[in-house]
Protein backbone atom coordinates (compact mmCIF):
# COMPACT_ATOMS: atom_id res chain seq x y z
CA UNK A 1 0.00 0.00 0.00
CA UNK A 2 1.15 3.34 -0.64
CA UNK A 3 2.74 5.78 2.55
CA UNK A 4 -0.15 7.72 3.57
CA UNK A 5 1.13 11.37 4.49
CA UNK A 6 1.49 12.51 7.71
CA UNK A 7 -0.48 16.08 6.88
CA UNK A 8 -2.79 16.61 4.30
CA UNK A 9 -4.14 20.15 3.50
CA UNK A 10 -7.68 20.25 2.68
CA UNK A 11 -10.53 22.65 1.48
CA UNK A 12 -12.98 21.72 4.17
CA UNK A 13 -15.07 18.36 3.58
CA UNK A 14 -16.02 15.63 5.31
CA UNK A 15 -14.21 12.89 6.73
CA UNK A 16 -15.67 10.22 3.85
CA UNK A 17 -14.63 12.60 1.66
CA UNK A 18 -11.00 12.37 3.06
CA UNK A 19 -10.52 8.54 3.06
CA UNK A 20 -11.70 8.65 -0.38
CA UNK A 21 -9.57 11.07 -1.06
CA UNK A 22 -6.80 8.53 0.40
CA UNK A 23 -7.79 4.96 -0.45
CA UNK A 24 -8.94 6.14 -4.61
CA UNK A 25 -5.88 4.96 -6.74
CA UNK A 26 -4.48 2.11 -4.37
CA UNK A 27 -4.93 -1.76 -4.09
CA UNK A 28 -7.77 -1.52 -2.00
CA UNK A 29 -9.69 0.49 -3.41
CA UNK A 30 -12.08 -1.98 -4.39
CA UNK A 31 -12.27 -3.26 -0.97
CA UNK A 32 -13.15 -0.04 0.51
CA UNK A 33 -15.20 1.62 -1.44
CA UNK A 34 -18.41 0.95 -2.81
CA UNK A 35 -18.58 2.92 -6.22
CA UNK A 36 -22.24 2.11 -6.53
CA UNK A 37 -23.50 3.64 -3.16
CA UNK A 38 -20.11 5.60 -1.91
CA UNK A 39 -20.50 3.63 1.17
CA UNK A 40 -17.28 2.98 2.71
CA UNK A 41 -16.53 -0.60 4.26
CA UNK A 42 -14.00 0.30 6.76
CA UNK A 43 -15.36 -2.60 9.73
CA UNK A 44 -12.68 -5.50 10.36
CA UNK A 45 -10.27 -3.47 7.91
CA UNK A 46 -9.23 -0.55 9.40
CA UNK A 47 -9.45 1.28 12.42
CA UNK A 48 -10.72 5.07 11.86
CA UNK A 49 -10.46 7.61 14.64
CA UNK A 50 -10.79 11.75 14.36
CA UNK A 51 -9.54 13.80 17.21
CA UNK A 52 -9.08 10.62 19.08
CA UNK A 53 -12.42 9.65 18.71
CA UNK A 54 -13.61 6.48 16.91
CA UNK A 55 -15.43 7.27 13.73
CA UNK A 56 -18.36 5.02 14.99
CA UNK A 57 -18.63 7.14 17.96
CA UNK A 58 -18.46 10.71 16.16
CA UNK A 59 -22.36 12.10 16.01
CA UNK A 60 -22.22 12.31 12.31
CA UNK A 61 -19.59 9.21 11.64
CA UNK A 62 -17.89 9.93 8.35
CA UNK A 63 -19.81 12.60 7.36
CA UNK A 64 -18.39 14.33 10.15
CA UNK A 65 -16.71 17.77 8.88
CA UNK A 66 -13.49 18.29 9.30
CA UNK A 67 -11.73 21.68 10.67
CA UNK A 68 -8.46 22.83 10.89
CA UNK A 69 -5.99 21.10 12.92
CA UNK A 70 -8.03 17.88 12.98
CA UNK A 71 -6.20 14.59 13.61
CA UNK A 72 -6.83 11.30 11.78
CA UNK A 73 -5.71 8.13 13.50
CA UNK A 74 -6.45 5.77 10.55
CA UNK A 75 -4.97 1.75 11.75
CA UNK A 76 -4.99 -0.95 10.04
CA UNK A 77 -6.40 -3.84 11.43
CA UNK A 78 -4.12 -7.10 11.30
CA UNK A 79 -5.56 -10.62 11.33
CA UNK A 80 -3.56 -13.82 11.60
CA UNK A 81 -4.68 -16.98 10.52
CA UNK A 82 -3.25 -20.44 10.04
Same mark, same amino acid.
Given at each position: ??????????? !? @?? *??? *??????? @?? &??? %? $???? +???? $?? %?? $???? $? #?? /??? #? &??? !?? &?? @???? &?? +?????? /????????? @?
Amino acid at each position: MPEVPAEIETE !G @GT *LRE *LLVRLFT @GT &PVE %K $ELID +RSTG $EM %KL $EGLF $E #VA /LNN #V &PHN !GL &PQ @GLDT &PL +RDGDML /LLSLILLGG @G
